[in-house]
T-cell receptor
Framework: GAVVSQHPSWVICKSGTSVKIECRSL??????MFWYRQFPKQSLMLMAT?????????EQGVEKDKFLINHASLTLSTLTVTSAHPEDSSFYIC?????????????FGPGTRLTVL | DQQVKQNSPSLSVQEGRISILNCDYT??????FLWYKKYPAEGPTFLIS?????DKNEDGRFTVFLNKSAKHLSLHIVPSQPGDSAVYFC???????????FGKGTKLTVNP
C-alpha cells in the first residue's frame, strides 16, 4: 500500500509557541491531504482538507488562523499549530488520497503526538 | 451528532474464533464504507471496504456485511488471531466525497 510519513512523531512544547508538523506521501502523489486530530478513546475528527496549491477547507469549529495548513506540493503538506495551548495537546494524523474514486481510500501517516506544557 | 456509531468500545475473543465488529450509521447519503485497523501510536491502516451497491465483500479472513435498510455494517474476522488485536474504526463517505466520517472505534483483543 501507499506510504505516508509524518514528522515529528512526537513533540513537547511550551504554551504560546508554534509547532509545525510535516506530512509526506512517499510513493504516490496525494492530490488531497487531510488532517485529523484524535483525543483519547475518541474517533478521528477531520480538521481540514487541503488540495495541492489551493487553500485548505476547514471543518466547522476549527480555527483556520490557529491551525495553518500548507499543501505546497503533491507530496507534502504541513500543519502549523500557532500559539499552542495545553488544550491543543492531542494526536494529529494526516492522510493522503490519490483521488482514485470511487474507492475514496486514504492512506494515513503514523501520527504526531503533541503535548503542550 | 455522531453519524457513525460503534457502540461497543471493546471486544474480547479467543484465538481461532470469529470476531464480529459492528457499526451503525445515521446518514442515508453514505454510500461507501471502510474499516481501518489501528495500533497504538500509529495511524490507521486500510483493511476492507464496501460500496452501497453490494451487501458483502470478502478479503481473506475479513468479510464486511452491509445492511442498508438497517443502516448497519459489520466486520467479521475468522479465524481470529492474536495479531488482530487492535482498534478497529468504521468510516463512511457520501456521494464520491473523499471526506471520511469515523466512528469511535472498537478495541479488539484476541486471546491466545
Amino acid at each position: 500500500g501507499a506510504v505516508v510519513s509524518q514528522h515529528p512523531s512526537w513533540v513537547i512544547c511550551k504554551s504560546g509557541t508554534s509547532v509545525k508538523i510535516e506530512c509526506r506521501s512517499l510513493d504516490f502523489q496525494a492530490t488531497t491531504m487531510f488532517w485529523y486530530r484524535q483525543f483519547p478513546k475518541q474517533s478521528l475528527m477531520l480538521m481540514a482538507t487541503s488540495n495541492e496549491g489551493s487553500k485548505a477547507t476547514y471543518e466547522q469549529g476549527v480555527e483556520k488562523d490557529k491551525f495553518l495548513i500548507n499543501h505546497a506540493s503533491l507530496t507534502l503538506s504541513t500543519l502549523t499549530v500557532t500559539s499552542a495551548h495545553p488544550e491543543d495537546s492531542s494526536f494529529y494524523i494526516c492522510s493522503g488520497s490519490s483521488g482514485r474514486l470511487p474507492y475514496n481510500e486514504q492512506f494515513f501517516g503514523p501520527g504526531t503526538r503533541l503535548t503542550v506544557l | 451528532d455522531q453519524q457513525v456509531k460503534q457502540n461497543s468500545p471493546s471486544l474480547s475473543v479467543q484465538e481461532g474464533r470469529i470476531s464480529i465488529l459492528n457499526c451503525d450509521y445515521t446518514n442515508s447519503m453514505f454510500d461507501y464504507f471502510l474499516w481501518y485497523k489501528k495500533y497504538p501510536a500509529e495511524g490507521p491502516t486500510f483493511l476492507i471496504s464496501i460500496s452501497s451497491i453490494k451487501d458483502k465483500n470478502e478479503d481473506g479472513r475479513f468479510t464486511v456485511f452491509l445492511n442498508k435498510s438497517a443502516k448497519h455494517l459489520s466486520l467479521h474476522i475468522v479465524p481470529s488471531q492474536p495479531g488482530d488485536s487492535a482498534v478497529y474504526f468504521c468510516a463512511a463517505s457520501a456521494g464520491g466525497s473523499e471526506k471520511l466520517v469515523f466512528g469511535k472505534g472498537t478495541k479488539l483483543t484476541v486471546n491466545p
